[in-house]
């Protein structure tokens, strides 16, 4: 590149190279740069587009590695326990443990990607030996992000997220800097086998905080407990209109006990056939006589409670337009609803309260 003084200058190849790989630029083409570098040998300059984060001398390297400045490189390959990464014609290493703050698989992803690091390790001469991190920055950058996001992070609050971890019992989503939990009764209002049936790692959500717990782990200074659920929309509000007494619908069995069996209706809606209610036209001792976990069946909505949030069932042919409650229908437990929604949450903490003042002695 020609400067229009008596020496010529370099720029990098990736400068003027386009995302499909061809040439930006042509010869006698006027081009804006700033100079980077110097070669310290040949005193050839070295050009950039990024001050400071393109090109870098020797003599660059090792300020950054003294000042703990952040170097741009180009990640060429991958080698045993890592990646090889080009900073300004010099080789560099960066071990599997610092290209990021999750482990990752598969390395060659990175390779082509031109990406910030930080020098760890400077050993100088005709071939410099250095070794970076990128780790380093990245964890740098979610504590600060981290300090101006916890302000945000209070009950009630809905923020977008990023699932990074499933397990058992929940997920876990990185909120920006910050982790939180999403337990596996508060992804969604239906019964979650696996928080793996409804979410996958990477995937973007969008989760409402519905506690806050500080500790003493310096490394994660509080517990987050993080709702899906709670804004998803409550399938029982307007269950008694979607299944009128009466109707007739279809389900299938998630459940048996002694007392009956549990039929979902809908995603989160549950209703219950008595023993009673089965439809045989003889005595069963035990539900799993007749049905089994999985099984589809026919059935008459015989009540709604939408306060208890209880559905009664029956399996009789005979039922079929009644409005009659089966024998005991009340009487099975209530299914499992986790923490409850937002709401639910509110009205039971005003409840408890009304009832603590109630209870105080009268002066």
């Known amino acids: 590149m020609n400067l229009g003084i008596k020496s010529d200058a370099i720029v990098d190849l990736q400068e003027v190279t386009g995302a499909d790989g061809n040439l930006t630029l042509k010869v006698g083409d006027p081009v804006d ?18 001050h400071g984060q393109r090109m870098h001398g020797a ?25 090889e990464v080009e900073i300004a014609g010099v080789r560099a290493f960066c071990p599997a443990s610092q290209v990021s703050v999750h482990f990752v698989e598969d390395l ?10 930080r020098i760890t390790k400077y050993e100088g001469g005709k071939h410099p030996n250095l070794v970076v991190s990128r780790r380093e920055l990245l964890e740098e950058d979610r504590k600060a992000k981290a300090a101006a996001l916890r302000a945000k992070v209070v009950p009630g609050a809905v923020l977008p997220g990023t699932v990074t971890s499933l397990q058992p019992y ?3 989503v990185d909120l920006g800097g910050i982790e939180g939990m999403v337990h596996i009764s508060e992804l ?30 310096p490394k994660h200074p509080e517990k987050i407990a993080l709702s899906l659920r709670a804004l998803a929309k409550n399938p029982w509000t307007d269950a008694d209109r979607q299944f009128p ?9 998630t459940r048996v006990q002694p007392f009956g069996a549990f039929v979902e209706l809908a995603p989160g809606l ?32 015989l009540s709604i409670d939408l306060e208890k949030r209880r559905i009664a069932l029956s399996l009789d042919p005979a ?3 009644t409005a009659e409650p089966g024998p005991r229908a009340a009487d099975y437990a209530k299914p499992s609803q986790g923490m409850g929604t937002l709401g639910d949450l509110l009205r039971q903490s005003m409840a408890q309260a009304e009832g603590r003042g109630k209870n105080k002695p009268r002066p």
Not at 33 to 50: D, H, P, Q, R, Y
Not at 196 to 213: T, Y
Not at 245 to 253: E, H, S
């Open 33 to 50: 740069m700033v100079i980077s570098a110097i070669e310290t040998e040949s005193g050839t300059l070295l050009l950039g587009s990024k």
């Open 59 to 83: 003599a660059g390297l090792e300020q950054a590695f003294e000042q703990h400045l952040p170097v741009e490189g180009h990640v060429t390959g991958v080698t045993k326990g890592g990646v």
């Open 108 to 117: 060659s992803t990175y390779v082509g990607q031109r990406l910030a690091f």
């Open 170 to 172: 929940g997920a876990f």
């Open 188 to 217: 969604a209002f239906e019964r979650i086998h696996h928080p793996s049936d409804l979410l996958s790692v990477g995937q973007q959500v969008e989760v409402a905080v519905l506690r806050v717990d500080q500790t003493d782990n």
């Open 245 to 253: 007494v009466g109707t007739t619908v279809r389900g299938r069995v």
């Open 270 to 301: 549950e209703g219950m056939v008595h023993i009673s209610e089965l439809g045989t036209g003889r005595r069963v001792t035990h539900p799993n006589e007749v049905l089994n976990s999985g099984d589809e069946v026919v059935a008459t909505v």
């Open 319 to 321: 039922r079929q337009g």
